[in-house]
């Protein structure tokens, strides 16, 4: 397998100076000490990312202030608190681009976003006969789940290569893509490569044939503006625990008239119409796929990362990370025996590579001993090892907080890595 020769990270949007320090201060995490007191080097962004205290103050405020269960009590806290849910769902579908609020639909992440769609639409809409189709490099989030539910329909499971590069084969998608195909679920950016894939074109071919478009916004949402509209996807995923929010919060946008008409795929409180004992039927979307007390301080959290990234501006963030993935590029790949994997053209934030005779748990300890804190191992993709023929790789994944003289730690930590077991 050859490794293209170059690699030119783009740049996304103005060159506008960020105040580094003042939005480094802003994370008080970054401020702490990694082992035996180094300076902490965070590059883990795409496994989750830090939270400003901005997140923090507002998910303390909630419990602080504000706590109540939302929708069911009359009394002055629960007003208050299904107030600011409501905002929240308001923020995140203008976030998005999404037509109207009921389009947002929250979940505890991509992972269950995804589930969601595959056993409320995929379960009763998929028969024999008909295909799903994903990409080879799909993280596992967005590749068992369709595995499962064309097991369950008896529907085919079919995914696109990638080339050497680590994008997309465009041509085997158009040989792949047929009018059987009744859903094609792709990655906007690949967690192990790092590949910004051409999510609006693949959109308008899949369409055309009749197909569903699912984006898994996982890794795209924290890094560029996203409109779904512009997309043209009927869903979209993504995490809030990725996007300086709080864990355990995620949302999954749905084009209004197919969330209409999907089932739940929980039931129990708040989603429901009317209950008897004869039978139930279903509140309208978005509540029908929220059964039970929702994340509400999650929701809260969210809202202040979303308010957070928009000050900054994604434009802005993406510029940023567009640098530090060029300087990271050109530094890594220069050191002998390291090997780049996933070299497309278009990429976002992220830096997976291997060095020649270490194994890359070995390189993330040393890593680690520098106080850089990076992630080895398959990244929940191994299909995409599997296709580059390695085990597992040494991935560097940056945010905007991140600067240069952490990256030159970072390759001073993999040189040293080379000097002890190379
Ligand atoms: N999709 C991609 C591309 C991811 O990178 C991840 C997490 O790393 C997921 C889906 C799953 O996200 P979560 O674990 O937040 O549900």
């Known amino acids: 397998m050859t490794e293209p020769a170059t690699v030119a990270p783009p740049r996304h949007g103005p060159a506008t100076p960020l105040d580094i320090d003042g939005i480094r201060a802003d994370f008080p995490i970054l401020g702490t000490a990694a082992r035996d007191g180094r300076p902490l080097v965070y590059l883990d962004n795409a496994a989750t990312s830090q939270k400003p205290r901005q997140v923090i103050d507002a998910v303390s405020r909630f419990y602080a202030s504000e706590n109540a269960n939302i929708h069911r009590g009359l009394h002055f806290l629960s007003e208050r ?105 792709v990655g906007h ?60 919060i995620g949302v999954l946008y749905g084009r209004k008239a197919i969330l209409d008409e999907m089932p739940p795929w929980q ?57 530090l993935l060029g300087r990271a590029t050109e530094l890594v790949r220069a050191i002998p025996g390291v090997r780049l994997v996933g070299t497309a053209r278009e990429k976002a934030a992220v830096l997976s590579f291997v060095l020649d005779g270490v194994h890359p748990h070995d390189v993330g300890t040393v890593l680690d001993d520098e106080g850089v804190a990076v992630r080895a191992g398959h990244h929940c993709a191994q299909p995409v090892m599997r296709r ?14 991140n600067t240069a003289d952490e990256i030159d730690a970072l390759v001073r930590g993999v040189e040293r890595a080379r000097a002890v077991f190379g």
Request: glycine fraction near 10%.
């Open 81 to 185: 608190a299904t107030a600011a849910f409501d905002v929240a769902r308001e923020k995140v579908a203008r976030f998005l681009g999404a037509g109207s609020p009921s389009e947002i639909v929250f979940t505890r992440g991509t992972t269950e976003a995804i589930n969601l769609v595959a056993q409320s639409w995929g379960r009763t809409s998929l028969r024999p006969g008909d295909e799903v189709l994903v990409t080879e490099m799909e993280h596992h989030a967005n590749l068992v789940p369709w595995q499962v539910v064309c097991e369950q329909t008896g529907a085919a499971f079919r995914a696109v290569p990638i080339t050497d590069r680590g994008e997309l084969n465009l041509d085997a998608f158009d040989r792949l893509l047929t009018d059987r195909t009744r859903l094609f679920a």
């Open 388 to 401: 580059f023929g390695v085990p597992a790789t040494v991935r560097a994944s940056f945010a905007f907080y």
């Open 267 to 323: 039931t129990g409180g708040d989603m429901v119409e009317r209950v008897t004992l004869e039978g139930s039927t279903w509140a309208p979307p978005p509540a029908r796929f929220e059964a039970g007390t929702p994340p509400i301080a999650e929701v809260i959290g969210l809202a202040a990362a979303i308010d957070y990234v928009e000050r900054v501006g994604l434009d802005v963030i993406g510029h940023r990370e567009g640098e």
């Open 189 to 248: 950016v690949s967690n192990a490569l790092g590949t910004m894939n051409p999510v609006r074109e693949l959109a308008v071919r899949a369409r055309a044939r009749g197909a569903l478009v699912l984006v898994d916004g996982a890794q795209s949402a924290p890094h560029f503006p996203i409109d779904v509209a512009e997309l043209g996807c009927d869903f979209f995923a993504c995490s809030g625990h990725k996007l300086f929010g709080p864990t355990g």
